[in-house]
């Protein structure tokens, strides 16, 4: 049986056409794969870049539309960038990020031109608790401004780390912006209950936000660690004032998310917590 071609229904633009493959409609990103293509045509496998399946054709014709308006130079930078992240973080990303990139950049480039900053509420947890893809992020401003010309502003940096970690197949870099905001809410809090007292240098610390990162991502997707009465009991002995805090702590995100921390975590959570505060 000979190899299934890839036949093009539609061209986009010279680096995005739509395909029929196997019977199935895709979304293909490849450099020049339009270029002096014509309709019928074949695509030769090694041409594309990536496969997208839309979910239903409502998307589809969103997608379509979306990107015939990108600029092809846009989509070529955004598959230099998909390509640099994922020999940087030794993953292929999700096909997706090739719309969701290409989209975004279109779109903060236009807000740049017209003078309209929006920031990034989550740079500094993105450049703190997700830095292998901060800094793909970072030498991504440098690829748009060889290829595009444009200097995009800093916090771009995040918002493209952001979209690379959404299209990471490492589950637990799901759910990014809640991981993130509980991260957040736990040392905000913890600074508060602590009176200022905490060790925010050294070993212990980075310890510290490191148990409490992946703390979150167990937390928001529901894979805590056990109910285990007999460690916490002990811990609660160790260290009754690192516990005190614990249980503020505890009762301050059980309101926020609704959700009951296991009594295994909280253990944990204690001995981090007197590791890093300063009595």
């Not at 539609?10 to 450099?31: M, R």
């Not at 598959?79 to 990139?101: G, N, P």
């Not at 610390?205 to 979150?216: D, L």
């Amino acid at each position: 049986m000979g190899t299934r071609m890839n036949k093009i229904k539609k061209i986009l633009n010279v680096n995005v056409v739509i395909i029929d493959h196997d019977g199935n409609e895709y979304i293909a990103f490849g450099k020049g794969i339009g270029y002096h293509a014509k309709v019928g045509s074949e695509v030769p496998e090694e041409k594309i870049s990536r496969k997208y399946i839309p979910v239903d054709d409502n998307k589809q014709n969103e997608l379509v539309q979306s990107l015939q308006k990108i600029p092809a130079k846009i989509i070529e930078t955004t598959t230099e960038i998909v390509e640099y992240a994922e020999r940087s973080l030794h993953e292929k990303l999700d096909a997706s990020i090739y719309y969701a990139l290409s989209d975004h950049l279109y779109f903060a480039i236009q807000r740049l031109q017209n003078n309209l900053s929006l920031g990034n509420r989550i740079y500094l947890e993105m450049k703190t608790y997700y830095q292998p893809e901060f800094k793909v992020g970072l030498h991504a401003l440098d690829i748009i401004e060889d290829n595009l010309g444009v200097k995009l502003p800093q916090e771009e940096a995040a918002n493209i780390a952001f979209h690379i970690i959404n299209a990471s197949s490492n589950q637990e870099s799901s759910n990014v912006l809640e991981v993130s905001r509980l991260i957040d809410n736990i040392l905000q809090t913890l600074r508060v209950l602590c009176h200022g007292n905490l060790a925010t240098e050294g070993l212990n610390y980075e310890r510290f936000v490191t148990h409490i990162k992946f703390f979150a991502e167990r937390y928001i997707s529901d894979q805590m660690l056990s109910n285990d009465p007999e460690l916490l009991e002990q811990v609660m002995n160790l260290y009754p004032d690192a516990s005190k805090i614990a249980m503020k702590l505890k009762q301050t995100i059980e309101i926020i998310y609704s959700k009951p921390i296991t009594k295994e975590e909280l253990a944990y959570l204690i001995i981090h917590i007197h590791r890093v505060t300063m009595y």
